[in-house]
């Protein structure tokens, strides 16, 4: 059977209609097929690592493959950032790969940044499903997200931080700071629905993301010794004009990233100004040194 040429264009622009369609239902797969098969694998000389596919072999699961780090080159970009072979980007909404991409390139330009990733070696062991890297070298570790029942130990003596439970549907999660050697506590912050949290190295302060539902997530900095609570946005005005955002004030939104490698007294964290202008500058990174009290400008 021969088409005519009515028939036919109509054919093709049927052909084409489906293809639009396919490609708006999926733009983040086509999307991240760029960034798996091509703009990811032009890095692996700079950053020092092979790319390929990682086979996952998980107790219990069936056997999976996917791109990923398949090698690390010792000393290499990847190697000092803490990424290891077997890595693979990981999000809950897909689009991994182009966020390993983005962020990479947001950590080349001095930006506080961080990527998930599950282990091919840590899913056949049994190990936790995926971990968060830090992907800018001075940041020590990322913190960890509390759920009730955990119990986040400090790496120096004796004391803990406890998650405790909602009595009710709508209460708040409690952080009580515990001594585990005598068992006594005290109440130190409480958050509705999420929030994350990493000790200082010398295990004299606490830095909390509290992150609520609908709401700007908030930094704070506990000294766990002298029970005294820092809130690092309050400093940025003793900032120059041009390194801060124009207006600081409680709805802005704050995320500690973590403590600095080697500097126990300083935490990295990022400011966002969600309300400047189109083309103004709405992200800001800082170290807060807090010891002075200060935010430093890297």
């Not at 983005?102 to 001095?110: K, N, P, T």
């Not at 020590?140 to 986040?152: D, I, K, N, S, Y």
């Not at 130990?153 to 406890?162: D, K, T």
């Not at 400093?235 to 207006?247: E, F």
């Amino acid at each position: 059977m021969q088409l005519g040429a009515p028939q036919l264009v109509v054919v093709l622009s049927g052909l084409l209609a489906v293809a639009i369609c396919f490609w708006a239902l999926q733009p983040y797969d086509w999307e991240d097929l760029y960034y798996r098969d091509v703009a990811i694998p032009r890095m692996q000389e700079s950053y020092g690592f092979g790319w390929g596919v990682v086979t996952f072999r998980c107790h219990g699961a069936p056997v999976h493959t996917f791109h990923g780090i398949t090698s690390v080159l010792p000393g290499g970009k990847l190697s000092r950032l803490g990424i290891r072979a077997g890595d693979v980007p990981f999000t809950q909404h897909g689009g991994g790969y182009a966020v390993l991409h983005h962020r990479l390139q947001a950590a080349e330009q001095g930006h506080f940044s961080d990527v998930d990733v599950v282990n091919a070696e840590d899913c056949f062991e049994g190990k936790q499903e995926f971990r968060t890297v830090p992907l800018h070298p001075q940041i020590r570790e990322m913190p960890v997200f509390l759920v009730a029942g955990t119990l986040l130990l400090s790496p120096v003596g004796s004391q803990a931080v406890e998650v405790t439970r909602p009595l009710r549907e709508n209460d708040s999660y409690g952080l009580r700071l515990i001594d585990l050697r005598d068992g006594d506590s005290r109440a130190l912050w409480s958050y509705r629905d999420r929030a994350s949290a990493t000790w200082s190295s010398d295990g004299h302060w606490l830095a909390i993301t509290d992150d609520p539902f609908g709401a700007p997530s908030r930094c704070r900095l506990f000294n766990v010794e002298r029970q005294v609570r820092v809130d690092p946005l309050e400093r940025l005005p003793s900032l120059p004009v041009a390194m801060r955002p124009s207006a600081v004030n409680d709805r802005m939104p704050c995320k500690i990233v973590g403590w600095v490698r080697d500097e126990p007294t300083r935490v990295a964290l990022t400011a966002f100004d969600f309300s400047a202008a189109r083309g103004e500058r709405w992200r800001f990174d800082y170290f807060f040194d807090v010891a002075t009290g200060r935010p430093v400008l890297r």
